[in-house]
C-alpha cells in the first residue's frame, strides 16, 4: 500500500510538473507573440515605404505580377514566407487593386489568419494606396446590398467568409494597418439591428459573429484582459476611448435582450404546440400534414436561433429523446454539453460535419448567464408523458390497477427465467462456450436431463460426441498419411515391406471410411430421433391448460432448440384449432418466456398473424367466422404480454370500425374483450382506447345493428370501461341487531336450535320484541329448509311470550 501511496505521489507530481511547464510554454508563446505585434504595428504605424526609384527597379512586367497576385489568392502558413520574398522582388504599384481583389477574394481559414496580416503588413508598407483599398474591398462583405435570392449553401459560405474577414479586420487593426476603429461600429450598428431576427439565418450568422467580435477585441467592450501585463498594456495602447467603448457594450446588450425576448417567446409557442400535438397523437394515433408541418416549421426556428458557426469542426452526434445532451466529438478530445448549460446549438441532421457554436457563446463572450428556458428536458419533442397522467380522478383510479387480481397480473407479467433452466449453449447465446457445455454434459448427463426429456440431451451429446469422434479420426489419419510420406522418402531399402505397408494403409482407410459412414448414420438416426421428440412435444401443447404445464414444455422446447425446430414450433402455435381459444393465453405466454432469448419466434408468429388478419379482413366474405375471431384473439394475447405492439391492435380495431359491418362487428367486441381493458388502463394508451371506444358507441347508435351485434358491442364497451356506480351503503345496525341476525341466518340449524331458543330467551325483550318479530317475518334471508326451525322457535317463545307467536301469525 505506501507503494502504491508513493507511486501515486510521484505520478502526481510528474503529471504536476508537466502542466506547469506547459503553462509557462504557453505564456512564453503569448508574450512572443504580443511582442511580435507590438514590433509590427510600430513599423505599420510610421511605414518607411521606398520611392519610386527603387521600386522601378524590381521586376514589373505583367507576367510576373499576375502569377504573385494569383497565389495571392491561396494565402496560407505554409506559403507565407515564399510569397513575402516574391512580394518583395516585383513592382505591384500599378497592380495595387489586383491585390486588394485577390486578398478580399481568399478563402481563409482561422489558422491563415496571421500569414494574411503578415503579407499585408509587407503590402501597406510599401505602397500608399494599399490600406484604403483594403478596407473598402473587406467592408463590402458585410455591406453587399440587398439580395434576398441566396441559397443555403451561398448563406454557409458568407457567414463563413464574414467570420474570416471579422477576425482579419480586428488583426489588422491591432498590427496598425488600419487606424481608423470607426469602421467597427459601423459593422456592429449593423450586425446588432433588431430589423434581422425577423431572418432566422440573419440571426444565426449575426450571433456568430458578434461572439467572435465578442472574444477576440474584449477591449471594445470594456471587457477585462485575462493574461500577462504585456497583454494588457497592448490592448490600452490601442486607443480605444471610454465613449466607443460604452457605444459597443450597449449594442451588444440590447441586441442579447432582443435575442433573449426572442427565444422566450418562441420556446414557448413551441411548447404550446407540442402539448396540443401530444393530446392529437394520443387521442389520434398521428398528426395531420398540416400540424406536422407546422411544428416542423416552428422548432426549424427554434433551432436556427441556435445553430451558428465556430471555429472547430465537430461530428455531432443527434439524439431525439434528449436534444439538450448532444454529443460534440473530434479526432482530439470528446466534449459533453449538459442541459444545465442552458441554450445550446441544436443541430437537426445526423452525422453532419458542422462548425459548432452556439449562443451561450455570445452570453459568455459577455460575461453574461444565458438564460435558462423553463422545462429545457421536454422541448423540441412531439410527445411528452405528462397528458397521460392529466386525467380525471375516475381514469387515474383505474391506471393505478392494470389487472384484476395478483394470479391474473402474475400470468402475464412474471414469466420463467430460461437462463435458470436451461444451459446458455442450449439457448443459442455462447456458441463459443459450447465445446466446455458438451464435455460438462457428457461428464453429467442426469443433470441436463432432469429438468425434461432425458433422451434428447442425451441424443444430442451422442452427436456431439460422433462428431468430435470423426473429427479426430479425420485428424489423425491425416497426421498418419503425413508421417507415412516422410517415412517412404527416407526408408526406400526394401521395397517388399513397403507394398506391405501400402496395403495396411488401404485396409486402415477403408476401416475409416466406414467408421465415417457409421458415424454418418448415428448423425441421421439422431436427427430422426430428435425430429421424433419434437413432434411428441408439439403433441401435448394442446394439453398444456395450465400455467405450469406450459413453462414445463417451453423449458423442454429448449433443449430442441434450432432454426428449423423453432419454425416449426411457430407453425403448430399458428395453426391452434379455431374452436380451441382457451388455449390462446397459454400459447402467448410461452412465445413470451421464449422471446428473452428467441427473438426470432414472436417476430415470424406475429408476421404470420398480421397477413392472416389481412387476408381474412381484404377477402370481405362472411365465411370463417372462427378463423378470424381465432386470430383476433390471439393478436390480443400477445398484446398483454407486450409482444405485439399496442400500435398494432389498434390498427386491426380502426380497420373493423372503417367497415362496421358483419364479421367486423364481431372481430372488433373480440379483440376489446381480450386488450381492450388491458389497454384503456395502460397510462400510454388509455386516451387514445377512450377514444375508439367513443367512436365504437356511436357507430352503434348510427348504425341500425340486430340485437346480437348491439349486445356485444355494449358488452365490449363496458368490460373495457365499466359504467359508473356509487359504492353500496351498508346499514350501520347497533351489535345488539347484527346478534340476532347472526343468530338467525348464520348459526341456526338442527344442531343448534336449543341453543339459539336460549340466547334469544335471554334478550332484553322490550327493547328487541319488534327486531325479532321483524327478523322472523324475512325467513327469505335463510334458506328454504330452515324455515320449519324458524317456526319451532316460535313455537318454543310462546311458552314465555304468548303475543309474540300471536304477532308472528296475524303478520
Partial sequence: ???????????????????????????EEIKKSIEGKVALRQTNLNPERPDSGFLRTLDS????????IKKLKQINEELKEGLMEELRSVNLSKFVSEAVSAICDAKLKSSDIQAAVQICSLLHQRYKDFSPSLIQGLLKVFFP?????????????????KRSTLKLLLELYFVGVIEDNGIFINIIKDL?????????????????????????????????????EIQEEFFKGLGITADQKKTFRKAFNLYYDAVTELLQSEHASLRQM???????????????EENASSYEKLRKSYDHLYRNVSSGEFEITYSKDNMF????????????????????????????????????????????????????????????????????????SNLEAIWDDDDTRAFYECLPDLRAFVPAVLLGESESKASEQTSKAQEQPTESSSE????????????DISADSGTLQEGKSVEKGKDKEEKDKEKTKDPDKEKGKEKEKEKEKEKEKDTDKKGENEKEKLKGSEATNLDALLQRLPGCVSRDLIDQLTVEFCYLNSKSNRKRLVRALFNVPRTSLELLPYYSRMVATLSTCMKDVPSMLLQMLEEEFNFLINKKDQMNIETKIRNIRFIGELCKFKISSPGLVFSC????????????????????????????????????????????????????LDPRHSTLVENAYYLCKPPERSARVSKVRPPLHQYIRKLLFTDLDKSSIEHVLRQLRKLPWIECESYLLKCFMKVHKGKYGQIHLIASLTAGLSRYHDEFAVAVVDE
Fill in 1 to 27: 500500500m505506501d507503494n502504491q501511496e508513493d507511486e501515486s505521489r510521484a505520478g502526481g507530481e510528474h503529471h504536476g510538473k508537466q502542466d506547469d511547464e506547459e503553462a509557462v510554454a504557453r505564456l
Fill in 61 to 68: 512586367s505583367i507576367k510576373r505580377n499576375t502569377a504573385v
Fill in 145 to 161: 446590398g440587398k439580395s434576398g435570392d441566396d441559397l443555403d449553401a451561398d448563406r454557409n459560405l458568407k457567414a463563413m467568409k
Fill in 192 to 228: 446588432t439591428s433588431t430589423e434581422h431576427l425577423k431572418d432566422r439565418d440573419a440571426t444565426q450568422t449575426n450571433l456568430t459573429l458578434l461572439a467572435s467580435f465578442a472574444r477576440q477585441g474584449r477591449v471594445f467592450l470594456g471587457l477585462p484582459v485575462s493574461g500577462q
Fill in 274 to 288: 407540442e402539448h396540443e400535438n401530444a393530446k392529437i397523437l394520443n387521442a389520434k394515433g398521428e398528426l395531420s
Fill in 325 to 396: 445532451g448532444i454529443s460534440i466529438v473530434s479526432e482530439v478530445q470528446k466534449l459533453t454539453v449538459a442541459p444545465e448549460v442552458g441554450v445550446i446549438a441544436l443541430i437537426t441532421e445526423f452525422g453532419d460535419l458542422y462548425q459548432i457554436n452556439g449562443y451561450q457563446d455570445l452570453a459568455e463572450a459577455l460575461d453574461m448567464q444565458p438564460p435558462v428556458m423553463p422545462e429545457d428536458s421536454h422541448t423540441t419533442r412531439v410527445t411528452t408523458g405528462d397528458d397521460a397522467s392529466s386525467t380525471s380522478g375516475k381514469e387515474s
Fill in 452 to 463: 425434461a426429456d432425458q433422451s434428447t440431451p442425451v441424443a444430442q451429446d451422442a452427436v
Fill in 653 to 704: 380495431l380502426k380497420t373493423c370500425l372503417d367497415d362496421f359491418t358483419h364479421h367486423n362487428i364481431d372481430v372488433a367486441c373480440n379483440l376489446l374483450e381480450t386488450c381492450g381493458r388491458f389497454l384503456y388502463r395502460s397510462p400510454e394508451t388509455t386516451i387514445r382506447m377512450a377514444n375508439m371506444l367513443e367512436i365504437l358507441m356511436r357507430l352503434k347508435n348510427v348504425k341500425n
